[in-house]
């Protein structure tokens, strides 16, 4: 526990030193979640979050009764990116762990039922196939994700 200046406590972080809850700041040093490789994460997680926003506000927009599980879920997926850019950036692990997972899920779970019933998928999502109208991106960025995760922890 820290006593703040109006003399009440704080918790700790016991990994970090900082208070709980709070961006741990960069040091510098390269050796944040978001720095070094860790930056194309960011990247790669903003473009998606781009491109799937982007397309699931235009196919919302248009043409939302042809398929609105598929177009909403490629929403949430965007949002899911979105919120691994921010996290991963700003170097917050506990959300970025929490988003990744929620995201390998979404892969696994829409992919299957994407395949095994292709009627209730009348239109492609981004994790539809895992993922394959984007190359298998989606399917692999949430392990690259928990690996790069993992092994900062270490460092």
């Given at each position: 526990?820290?006593?703040?200046?109006?003399?009440?406590?704080?918790?700790?972080d016991t990994d970090?030193?900082?208070?709980?809850?709070?961006?741990?700041?960069?040091?510098?040093?390269?050796?944040?979640?978001?720095?070094?490789?860790?930056?194309?994460?960011?990247?790669?997680?903003?473009?998606?979050?781009?491109?799937?926003?982007?397309?699931?506000?235009?196919?919302?927009?248009?043409?939302?009764?042809?398929?609105?599980?598929a177009y909403s879920?490629?929403?949430?997926?965007?949002?899911?990116?979105?919120?691994?850019?921010?996290?991963?950036?700003?170097?917050?692990?506990?959300?970025?762990?929490?988003?990744?997972?929620?995201?390998?899920?979404?892969?696994?779970?829409?992919?299957?039922?994407?395949?095994?019933d292709p009627a209730?998928?009348?239109?492609?999502?981004?994790?539809?196939?895992?993922?394959?109208?984007?190359?298998?991106?989606?399917?692999?960025?949430?392990?690259?994700?928990?690996?790069?995760?993992?092994?900062?922890?270490?460092?």
């Amino acid at each position: 526990m820290n006593e703040t200046a109006d003399g009440h406590d704080t918790p700790v972080d016991t990994d970090s030193g900082h208070e709980a809850g709070a961006a741990v700041p960069s040091s510098g040093d390269g050796h944040g979640i978001g720095s070094g490789p860790g930056r194309v994460l960011v990247a790669v997680y903003a473009v998606f979050a781009l491109a799937a926003g982007s397309r699931a506000a235009v196919q919302i927009a248009r043409q939302f009764d042809e398929a609105p599980l598929a177009y909403s879920l490629s929403a949430f997926a965007a949002v899911v990116y979105l919120l691994l850019a921010v996290a991963l950036a700003t170097g917050r692990r506990t959300l970025a762990l929490v988003a990744c997972g929620i995201e390998l899920a979404g892969v696994l779970i829409v992919g299957t039922l994407s395949l095994a019933d292709p009627a209730a998928f009348p239109k492609a999502t981004v994790w539809s196939g895992f993922g394959s109208g984007y190359v298998f991106i989606p399917m692999v960025l949430p392990l690259i994700g928990l690996y790069w995760l993992s092994r900062r922890k270490q460092a």
